[in-house]
């Protein structure tokens, strides 16, 4: 094991919520022993609450056929901008264990948290299982932590973990299944790292440029090798400043830079100011298409996965920056 998960729950391991489950799946069982056990009792899954689509994935895939997981926030939601609803609050006062993002990815969730664990639930920050050392400093905060870690896949691997042990921890009737399906979904991720790895060393050096509408791509950038501007910083709180949009087109037109991209979860005007902006230095800079940054894809496509997102992306990018030199062009 990696670390030790105890210490990254912020609520006591018997939580009232957490015995409150554990004692209604006693009587589910009870009540099938001594009857013909059509009743529908009360469910034998683990009720599990994720905040984002990229945490509820990993917990769907830790947490198998033994776990409910509901997820707030759907396709195309933006964590930073996100306010639960009382019926949020309300399922994640019901859930035996809720797990989020952390780092204040969900910056309008910082009260709820809070109120969950003074209740005693169990809440797992899922980016603050990633060691401090390995973390990185949001750019012009000092102190703050750039929470977008899953776009680096072998940081994504200590939340695979953490996820893992939690579950193993707070349902430990299925902790032996909880840790082999962590254990198989590591290897996934491994050959998807060396997968990553092997198309990125397909963009020639000199282009590896990532141009994006929010800085949430920092830690891919680092693990693979690429430099990464954005737009709107760490967060999408703040409007981006015409100061901002000018020193980005500067720098996309002196690099001659062929292609950046919108995001799924963040809204394309952004990008096209920057690219009218880029358009008036008489440099052209196509759309090299969306990217996945901070919600999956919807369910139905192969973007709706978190591996499925990453290969997307990656995809994405290789292909717009290996354009022949002419998809940017001066006019
Ligand atoms: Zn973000």
Redesign the pocket.
């Given at each position: 094991m990696i670390f030790g998960a105890a210490n990254l729950f912020s609520g006591p391991a018997g939580s009232a919520a957490l015995r409150g489950w554990r004692a209604a799946v006693g009587v589910a069982v009870a009540v099938t022993v001594g009857c013909s056990g059509d009743e529908v009792g009360p469910t034998e899954r683990l009720p599990a609450v994720a905040t984002t689509t990229i945490v509820a994935d990993l917990v769907r895939e830790i947490g198998g056929p033994d776990v409910s997981v509901v997820s707030l926030m759907g396709p195309g939601i933006d964590p930073?901008l996100f306010k639960p609803s009382e019926g949020d609050i309300a399922r994640m006062s019901r859930a035996a264990i809720v797990f989020y993002s952390g780092l204040h990815?969900e910056g309008k969730m910082t009260e709820v948290f809070e109120r969950m664990r003074q209740l005693g639930r169990p809440t797992v920050p899922l980016a603050e299982c990633v060691p401090v050392d390995k973390r990185l400093t949001a750019a012009g905060f000092s102190g703050v932590y750039d929470p977008?870690v899953w776009f680096d896949v072998g940081l994504w691997k200590h939340a695979a973990s953490c996820v893992s042990e939690a579950l193993s921890e707070h349902d430990p009737r299925h902790a032996d299944a909880y840790r082999e399906r962590g254990r198989r979904y590591l290897e996934r991720l491994d050959a998807l790292e060396a997968a990553v790895r092997r198309r990125i060393e397909q963009v020639p050096a000199q282009r590896r440029v990532l141009v994006t509408a929010?800085d949430?791509f920092a830690y891919f950038g680092r693990a693979y090798g690429i430099e990464v501007r954005g737009l709107l910083g760490?967060?999408?709180a703040a409007e981006a400043g015409a100061a901002d949009v000018q020193e980005l087109a500067d720098f996309i037109t002196e690099r001659r830079i062929p292609a950046m991209f919108v995001e799924s979860s963040v809204p394309e005007r952004y990008v096209q100011a920057l690219r009218e902006a880029v358009e008036s230095r008489g440099w052209q800079v196509s759309i090299g298409g969306t990217l996945f940054?901070?919600a999956l894809g919807d369910p139905q496509t192969p973007a709706g996965s978190y591996i499925g997102t990453v290969r997307h992306n990656v995809e994405t990018i290789v292909a717009a920056l290996s354009e022949p030199s002419g998809a940017g062009h001066e006019r």
């Amino acid at each position: 094991m990696i670390f030790g998960a105890a210490n990254l729950f912020s609520g006591p391991a018997g939580s009232a919520a957490l015995r409150g489950w554990r004692a209604a799946v006693g009587v589910a069982v009870a009540v099938t022993v001594g009857c013909s056990g059509d009743e529908v009792g009360p469910t034998e899954r683990l009720p599990a609450v994720a905040t984002t689509t990229i945490v509820a994935d990993l917990v769907r895939e830790i947490g198998g056929p033994d776990v409910s997981v509901v997820s707030l926030m759907g396709p195309g939601i933006d964590p930073h901008l996100f306010k639960p609803s009382e019926g949020d609050i309300a399922r994640m006062s019901r859930a035996a264990i809720v797990f989020y993002s952390g780092l204040h990815l969900e910056g309008k969730m910082t009260e709820v948290f809070e109120r969950m664990r003074q209740l005693g639930r169990p809440t797992v920050p899922l980016a603050e299982c990633v060691p401090v050392d390995k973390r990185l400093t949001a750019a012009g905060f000092s102190g703050v932590y750039d929470p977008h870690v899953w776009f680096d896949v072998g940081l994504w691997k200590h939340a695979a973990s953490c996820v893992s042990e939690a579950l193993s921890e707070h349902d430990p009737r299925h902790a032996d299944a909880y840790r082999e399906r962590g254990r198989r979904y590591l290897e996934r991720l491994d050959a998807l790292e060396a997968a990553v790895r092997r198309r990125i060393e397909q963009v020639p050096a000199q282009r590896r440029v990532l141009v994006t509408a929010h800085d949430a791509f920092a830690y891919f950038g680092r693990a693979y090798g690429i430099e990464v501007r954005g737009l709107l910083g760490v967060s999408t709180a703040a409007e981006a400043g015409a100061a901002d949009v000018q020193e980005l087109a500067d720098f996309i037109t002196e690099r001659r830079i062929p292609a950046m991209f919108v995001e799924s979860s963040v809204p394309e005007r952004y990008v096209q100011a920057l690219r009218e902006a880029v358009e008036s230095r008489g440099w052209q800079v196509s759309i090299g298409g969306t990217l996945f940054s901070d919600a999956l894809g919807d369910p139905q496509t192969p973007a709706g996965s978190y591996i499925g997102t990453v290969r997307h992306n990656v995809e994405t990018i290789v292909a717009a920056l290996s354009e022949p030199s002419g998809a940017g062009h001066e006019r």
